[in-house]
């Protein structure tokens, strides 16, 4: 799955975070674009990581759909962000930015059904990841507990059982994901098969956490979820 039209948005914006002379309502709606767009860019690893989105036909034309979706967004918006960003920063035409802001959040928002249902199939599905070594799964892991962290940090409106269940979730995957970085580092060759069928496990529940934590990001604010 390819991510790079996110990976320039959230490059861009990144810089544009950087500079000194935003406004600190401005500097709130770029950690807000930045949310969103990290957590798109986690759920595109999250389909590109599992061979459901190959195997099972719907969600081979939801993966498609939703890239087309992405791809399209970020050619109508993403060109526009930095330059937009930068003169609104200097106090030009912060008109123009508001709206290539507004513009982004909205086809954000009109994705998100999509993604949701895509996640409640991933999690459902019993297929196993498509990589069969240890590789990239602490950098996966990093971004998911990246990424809850500062949805909590960024929620004001977050219901306290949902919070409760979201920090509950980031302590186990901290805790899993340290726990096999120490035994790769520790582990004797003898021991490889025994640590392979465990990153096996790992990797699967990592994408479930996934999934679970982009719904978080989704309904976060709806009281259900922590029901």
Not at 12 to 34: A, D, F, G, N, Y
Not at 56 to 83: F, I, K, P, V
Not at 166 to 189: G, M, V
Request: glycine fraction near 4%; hydrophobic fraction near 40%; include cysteine.
């Amino acid at each position: 799955m390819d991510c790079t039209c996110v990976d320039s948005a959230i490059d861009q914006l990144s810089r544009l975070l950087k500079r000194p002379s935003l406004t600190l309502l401005m500097r709130q709606e770029i950690r807000t674009l930045l949310l969103d767009l990290r957590f798109l860019k986690m759920f595109f690893s999250c389909l590109a990581k599992c061979k459901a989105a190959e195997e099972d036909t719907t969600l081979h034309h939801l993966r498609s759909s939703l890239l087309t979706n992405a791809e399209a967004m970020m050619e109508e918006t993403g060109q526009d962000l930095y330059d937009a960003g930068y003169f609104a920063s200097i106090g030009i035409d912060v008109k123009y930015w508001n709206l290539v802001a507004a513009k982004l959040q909205e086809k954000v928002e009109h994705l998100k059904p999509e993604i949701r249902n895509t996640c409640i199939l991933l999690v459902d599905c019993s297929l196993e990841l498509k990589t069969s070594n240890s590789g990239g799964i602490l950098e996966f892991m990093d971004s998911i507990l990246m990424n809850l962290e500062d949805l909590v940090n960024s929620r004001d409106g977050i219901f306290v059982p949902v919070k409760v269940q979201t920090e509950a979730l980031q302590e186990k995957l901290r805790f899993s994901r340290n726990f096999l970085d120490f035994t790769k580092k520790w582990c004797c060759r003898q021991e490889q098969d025994k640590l392979e069928a465990f990153s096996t496990v790992l990797r699967d529940w990592a994408k479930n956490t996934a999934c679970l934590s982009i719904l978080y990001w989704i309904d976060g604010v709806d009281e259900n979820m922590g029901a």
